[in-house]
Nanobody
């Protein structure tokens, strides 16, 4: 049974940084067809932030390009999201997600069967 556990969220002032972690168990993180970070703000639909899904380079939302970096440590079976230059619009619940078969649809949250419980990120001005 796949389990994903996020950590690293918190409150930070605009311009600050956070690093989110997603520890996986029950399946090797390097073997997932797609794995990534999504976020959901109150009243908004869940959206992709950064995804690794078999294309040569990770995919990022336009709003986070140049500020966020997704990476994974296969030895630790952990996925990371380094978030720099945070702004108020980044405030949301952040979720880690993974699936064994996304079929090229890794950017869409409905492609994922496995989700963590989420970690809150709050950025104040």
């Amino acid at each position: 049974q796949v389990q994903l556990v996020e950590s690293g969220g918190g409150s930070v002032q605009a311009g600050g940084s956070l690093r989110l972690s997603c520890a996986a168990s029950g399946y090797l993180i390097g073997n997932f067809d797609c794995i990534g970070w999504f976020r959901q703000a109150p009243g908004k639909e869940r959206e992709g932030v950064a995804v690794i899904d078999g294309v040569p380079t990770p995919r990022y939302a336009d709003s986070v390009k140049g500020r966020f970096t997704i990476s994974r440590d296969n030895a630790k079976n952990t996925l990371y999201l380094q978030m720099n230059s945070l702004n108020v619009e980044d405030t949301a619940m952040y979720y880690c997600a993974a699936d064994r078969l996304c079929g090229g649809s890794g950017w869409y949250y409905r492609s994922y069967a496995n989700w963590g419980q989420g970690t809150q990120v709050t950025v104040s001005s």
